[in-house]
């Protein structure tokens, strides 16, 4: 039997598009494609350009400035949308940042300002993202996903504080879980393997990073955007109604691997 996925008449918003190569854009996509409503945030003018050549192809987006670590600019986007739609039913979180020479080099000489920048733009935003939207979601609650690493639990090297910022929003996940269960809004993670996105490509070591996954995992290859589009469109759909708190590895089986 054949089981299509529709999510005709569903809403949602999806945080951290940058081109079209992001991880964000291709769940966008596949959303769509399923009968989604999507509306984008952005952070600043600098990238509004970006992100309007990014959805060029859809008709009239839904495109909204906001820094995701300043909790009042967050109250803003969720105060249009719930003028724009009233409420919605899905939330992607995939927004992450560390300066950049905080990648690679020693890890221990990340300073303050580097730790603070990267777990603020990389975890804490999932907190103010989840808790000013939680009223919009209906009394069938919703879910929400966000997107990790496998460098939460491992070490690779050059990756350095985005693995302490990614073991952090895993366990934000866990604890929003439980805390919006009660209202049957879901959240869970997707560990994606590593995608040649905007952002990867400045990790240090990210060629041999792609080779590893592809030698060592069971299937032998790395995956592509439309798998962890796919995971993306089963987790917001009722199909997955059943889970939450859970980190969805998309990696071609590379974490149960010993290495």
């Not at 991880?23 to 399923?34: E, N």
């Not at 929003?169 to 009660?182: H, P």
């Not at 439309?226 to 059943?242: C, R, Y």
């Amino acid at each position: 039997m054949t089981v299509n996925i529709d999510l005709s008449g569903k809403k949602g918003v999806i945080w951290g598009v940058a081109n079209q190569r992001s991880i964000a854009w291709a769940i966008a996509q596949k959303l769509i494609d399923a009968g989604a409503d999507i509306a984008f945030t952005y952070q600043n003018d600098r990238l509004l350009s970006s992100i309007e050549k990014t959805t060029s192809s859809l008709n009239d987006p839904i495109l909204l400035e906001c820094d995701a670590t300043d909790d009042s600019q967050v109250e803003k986007v969720y105060k249009e949308i719930q003028s724009k739609w009233g409420k919605i039913d899905f939330i992607v979180h995939s927004v992450a940042y560390a300066e950049r020479e905080d990648l690679g080099g020693n890890f221990s000489d990340t300073n303050l300002h580097g730790f603070r920048t990267a777990l603020e733009a990389s975890a804490y935003t999932l907190i103010s993202i989840t808790k000013n939207a939680s009223h919009l979601f209906g009394e069938n609650g919703g879910s929400i996903i966000t997107m990790t690493f496998d460098a939460s639990v491992r070490v690779y090297p050059g990756y350095n504080i985005m693995g302490t910022a990614k073991a952090a929003l895993e366990n934000e996940v866990r604890q929003l879980a439980v805390e919006y269960g009660n209202r049957n809004i879901r959240i869970n993670a997707i560990s994606a393997g590593p995608l040649p996105t905007l952002a990867a490509r400045s990790i240090p070591g990210f060629s041999e990073m792609t080779r590893a996954h592809r030698e060592k995992s069971p299937l032998k290859r790395n995956i592509n955007h439309n798998e962890v589009a796919n995971t993306a469109l089963f987790l917001i759909s009722d199909l997955s109604s059943g889970i939450t708190g859970g980190t969805i590895p998309v990696d071609a089986g590379y974490g149960i691997i010993a290495l």
